[in-house]
């Protein structure tokens, strides 16, 4: 093909811009730095010392080790890095979220730089491994700042004065948010915490410990995320979260609650600090109520309404979409479904509770479950090469932790399933499966396995 000299310059022209376009990744070592610099500039929490904790990095090719006493095997020093830092080719397994994990007998901070999220900045990336090491802060030093996640699962998301109430909550902290001075603050956040005090009366306690305990542990790593990034505020959104978002919530609500503390009582990190029992509403609380003096705030009723309106249209939206999930799951091929003996059910070893959706009449499980007892176990991990999912249907009051009577998996391909004297295992990507005492039956691409009591 004869190209003429305006079509190569038209080319060439085309290349630049493509190139001046596509983000440049941001190294481990940006990161890194970055890191330091935030933690040097100035206390993000009383008694927080994030640089006392290692930093791992996946960047997609390798993974970086910042400040560790004694890196493990197959870390090598990086000649000649600042900060100084130890690599090794790959995802080290302990690196597989942004979180933390024991690397080398110690807690570190995890980090992911890769694919996309190279493309972020180096202060943004710095900010959520500061999040991910104050978890670990707080794991040392206040380990009561935990939710029981089991609670979620029975959440009453289908309560739709519940779900306007939240969103009312979520409508006036935003707009406590905005207060032009301390009063008009003060009194738009006492409003808030009024309408919380009233959805809270109504639900059973365990919901609401469940809420305050995850704004003191998400809520919190989040505000030191937001600092370090250099802001002092967050955004509410106008019309709150999806009836079913609760845990998302924590990540803006914690924040907002903080950021209003610190605005009507400077020094409430330091008074949490010396008294942990103590919650972020609580402080709130106490301080709105100081100083509010004679200021006055009211909601538009019209409005209000049209809240609870919304939210009984929207729960019973997400009752049809728990009944369609249902029926979508129960069309896909290839399947196994185990049937535990009466009195002897399967319990939750291990579970994502992040990729667990309610469906009508279960929990569908769409990442990762294990669930065994004395006879053996199941597993399912959705990875490369498999598409699976689990559907648990309970065996007691709580959809999970009562222990599963009947479990049914979906999406497998090819499985090789083998049965010798009561003892059946079955081979598929993604599935692991070995149960003894057990019978076979088959359905066209249904396998039935029905578990008997185990005994001894």
């Not at 690599?87 to 890769?114: C, F, Y």
């Not at 009449?361 to 990762?368: F, P």
């Not at 065994?372 to 176990?377: I, L, Q, T």
């Not at 932790?401 to 004297?421: D, H, S």
Request: glycine share 8%.
């Amino acid at each position: 093909m004869r190209r003429t000299a305006t079509t190569l310059l038209a080319l060439a022209l085309a290349a630049n811009a493509t190139a001046a376009e596509a983000p440049t990744a941001t190294t481990a070592q940006e990161i890194a730095t970055e890191f330091a610099s935030i933690a040097r500039s100035g206390e993000l929490w009383p008694g927080y010392r994030p640089l006392a904790t290692p930093l791992a990095v996946y960047d997609g090719e390798q993974t970086w080790l910042f400040r560790h006493p004694s890196p493990p095997e197959g870390f090598t020093a990086v000649d000649g890095s600042r900060p100084k830092a130890w690599a090794m080719p790959g995802r080290h397994p302990a690196v597989t979220a942004n979180s933390s994990a024991e690397i080398g007998g110690r807690m570190t901070g995890t980090l992911l730089a890769d694919g996309e999220r190279a493309g972020h900045s180096a202060t943004a990336l710095a900010a959520v491994a500061l999040h991910e090491i104050f978890h670990v802060y707080q794991r040392q030093n206040h380990p009561d700042w935990v939710a029981d996640e089991g609670d979620l699962l029975r959440y009453p998301f289908e309560d739709a004065e519940q779900l306007a109430y939240r969103r009312l909550e979520t409508r006036l902290l935003g707009w406590a948010l905005e207060g032009e001075d301390e009063a008009t603050t003060a009194c738009r956040a006492a409003l808030a915490l009024y309408y919380r005090n009233e959805r809270f009366a109504e639900m059973d306690p365990a919901f609401a410990a469940y809420e305050r305990a995850n704004e003191l542990n998400e809520g919190l790593a989040s505000y030191v995320q937001i600092r370090a990034r250099g802001e002092s505020g967050v955004e509410m959104p106008a019309d709150g979260w999806p009836a079913t978002a609760l845990r998302d919530r924590f990540y803006t609500v914690g924040p907002a609650l903080a950021f209003l503390l610190d605005r009507l009582r400077p020094g409430w990190a330091g008074e949490l600090e010396a008294d942990d029992t103590r919650h972020l509403d609580d402080l709130l609380a106490e301080a709105a109520k100081a100083k509010a003096g004679e200021a006055t705030c009211r909601i538009d009723r019209q409005r209000t309404m049209a809240l609870f309106v919304a939210a009984k249209r929207e729960v019973g939206a997400l009752q049809e979409a728990r009944q369609q999930r249902r029926s979508d799951f129960e069309q896909r091929p290839g399947r196994v479904v185990v049937v535990a003996a009466e009195g002897a059910p399967l319990w939750p070893q291990r579970f994502d509770p992040l990729n667990v959706e309610h469906v009508a009449g279960g929990l569908l499980h769409t990442r990762y479950v294990r669930l065994g007892n004395d006879a053996g176990a199941v597993q399912i991990v959705d990875e490369a090469g498999s598409d699976l999912e689990a559907l648990t249907e309970a065996a007691g009051e709580h959809p999970l932790f009562n222990g599963v009577q009947r479990v049914e998996i979906a999406g497998l391909e090819g499985a090789e399933v083998e049965e010798e004297g009561g003892e059946v295992t079955i081979r598929s990507p993604g599935l692991e499966f070995a149960f003894s005492g057990a019978t076979v039956e088959r359905y066209g691409d249904v396998v039935m396995v029905r578990l008997e009591r185990p005994t001894g």
